[in-house]
């Protein structure tokens, strides 16, 4: 008895170190201190982890500084603060605690067993028009991504007059006479932490992508663009947008002039009284119409020169890029508003939109029936929103980046909703993936939106979707087994666009003469 009693003791004790030994520890150490992160369904996550100082008092429109040290363990269960804004968009639901001007977290989701893996790493940056948005909304989940092998982040970043306000007095006491852009700026300090850091979770600071929707497409054309972080990533993805549309950034003086009118608004005189104004106050003036506006901008440091520039003489990052758009980016209601879709009222929509160039607009998107028109009118919309500066990213990079680009025309409608309100098309319409409507898909996160009524083909076009995003960030190549093969675009030829759906196929662009009317247009 004496002797099965110490085999089992025995056995508890070897058991226990070889789960200890299995087990990788929560506490890792980074270079300002040690965290400690949580399980989560078997993945290891740290939420709420400070990259920079909280931009607060002296700190509110400077750019982002290095974390302090700290001493002992810090907990790292929650997600931080979300960044000042305003409830503009309903469809975000976010988990983060409260909002802040102490914004400067991110979070990781990590499968690796040991700090040596070395696994690829996503850096996620979030969408909502530079005005809102947070890295904890649900649909930016990495745990699925973490299951497929890929260390996850998303990424807070300063929204808004916040994130992008422009004066000449920021101006002046820049060390880098520069002032906006902050928002930017935050993204290239996150990458900058995950070069130094992400090696103690498992990652590959080597082997690093960035991706984001939207406003978070639009800011991985700029980290792109920009000096300070092109050589801080391996690859890129961008999910509908891009800083090389219809309206590229402005002037420095410009946004200066924009920052000066909405300082006299609040009745400021001066720098100091600006950052003495609670967050609250300001927002709340954003809130009223014709509040102001921030815009990015050449700011001579960020961007030292014009974007278009940049990618232009091939001067940005030279990494793969994944990129493509949605099949109904916009609506044909903003074309034609109220009238129905008639080819004589989109006529005069088009000649009401644009006096001086409706007849070329009525060529390339030419509607010869009533039949074409919401489709054309569809796709004049989405191209004038997002398709087009998309479009030109992709272009632009196959033929100065040096490296694959791999262009995606995403098709699938979201299913009807559990509930019967919001995105429903009038009986006899044709269905579109609208704006954002991929993000799910593409991060494997169906399951965290209870607001549609997933069947089993979104989830099939989730799987190929989050199989291409996983190879490519793993390789710079979509490819792998059990999907169609996606070619990569060729320089001066249409390109072979992969068109994302239950029937996923790649097809030879059939619109080009669209989008090189455009490029002109903004070239005048």
């Not at 720098?271 to 119409?289: D, F, G, V």
């Not at 909703?417 to 919001?422: C, L, P």
Request: proline fraction near 7%; charge should be negative; aromatic fraction near 12%.
């Amino acid at each position: 008895m004496k002797k099965l009693s110490l085999l089992v003791t025995f056995s508890i004790v070897l058991f226990s170190v070889t789960v200890a030994q299995s087990t990788p520890p929560l506490v890792v150490r980074t270079a300002n201190g040690d965290l400690q992160g949580a399980y989560e369904s078997g993945i290891r996550t740290y939420k709420g982890v400070p990259f920079a100082q909280p931009p607060v008092g002296d700190l509110r429109w400077k750019e982002p500084q290095p974390v302090k040290h700290w001493d002992g363990v810090r907990k790292a269960d929650k997600f931080g603060p979300r960044a000042m804004q305003n409830p503009i968009f309903s469809d975000m639901v976010f988990r983060s605690d409260g909002v802040s001007e102490d914004c400067l977290y991110l979070n990781i989701w990590t499968p690796a067993r040991t700090a040596g893996d070395k696994l690829p790493v996503l850096v996620y940056f979030y969408g909502g028009g530079l005005m809102a948005g947070d890295g904890s909304e649900l649909r930016y989940d990495g745990e699925s991504m973490a299951r497929r092998g890929v260390v996850a982040i998303t990424v807070n970043y300063r929204l808004s007059v916040f994130g992008f306000f422009s004066h000449p007095e920021l101006t002046k006491e820049s060390p880098h006479h520069a002032s906006g852009n902050y928002g930017l700026l935050d993204q290239y300090a996150a990458l900058q932490w995950v070069r130094q850091n992400i090696a103690a979770f498992g990652g590959d600071p080597a082997r690093v992508t960035i991706d984001g929707e939207s406003a978070g497409s639009f800011s991985v054309s700029a980290q792109m663009a920009s000096p300070l972080s092109k050589d801080l990533f391996a690859q890129a993805i961008g999910e509908s947008g891009s800083l090389l549309g219809m309206q590229p950034p402005v002037s420095l003086t410009a946004a200066e002039k924009m920052g000066i009118d909405f300082a006299t608004s609040l009745g400021a005189k001066s720098l100091a009284e600006l950052r003495a104004i609670p967050a609250a106050t300001i927002m709340q003036a954003l809130s009223k119409p014709n509040a102001g506006h921030f815009p990015v901008s050449i700011d001579g440091y960020f961007f030292p020169r014009s974007p278009a520039d940049i990618f232009s003489s091939g001067d940005q990052a030279k990494v793969p890029l994944l990129v493509g758009w949605n099949s109904g980016e916009g609506s044909y209601h903003s074309i034609l508003e109220k009238d129905p879709p008639t080819k004589d009222n989109y006529e005069k929509a088009v000649k009401k939109l644009s006096a001086d160039h409706a007849a070329d607009l009525l060529k390339y998107y030419y509607a010869a029936t009533d039949d074409y028109v919401q489709q054309v009118a569809t796709d004049m919309a989405g191209d004038r929103f997002i398709g087009f500066s998309t479009w030109r990213w992709s272009d632009l990079h196959a033929q100065t980046g040096g490296r694959p680009v791999y262009r995606y025309f995403y098709e699938r409608p979201r299913p009807s909703m559990r509930i019967a309100t919001g995105e429903v098309a009038p009986p006899g319409e044709k269905r579109y993936a609208v704006h954002s409507a991929e993000i799910e898909y593409a991060l494997g996160n169906l399951p965290t939106n209870l607001v549609f009524n997933w069947q089993p083909d979104d989830f099939l076009v989730s799987t190929i979707m989050e199989g291409y995003f996983a190879n490519f960030i793993k390789t710079g190549d979509p490819n792998g087994p059990g999907l169609p093969e996606w070619p990569a675009v060729k320089p001066g030829v249409p390109a072979t666009v992969m068109h994302i759906d239950v029937s996923t196929r790649a097809e030879t662009e059939q619109h080009r003469d669209r989008y090189l009317f455009l490029e002109q247009l903004i070239s005048k």
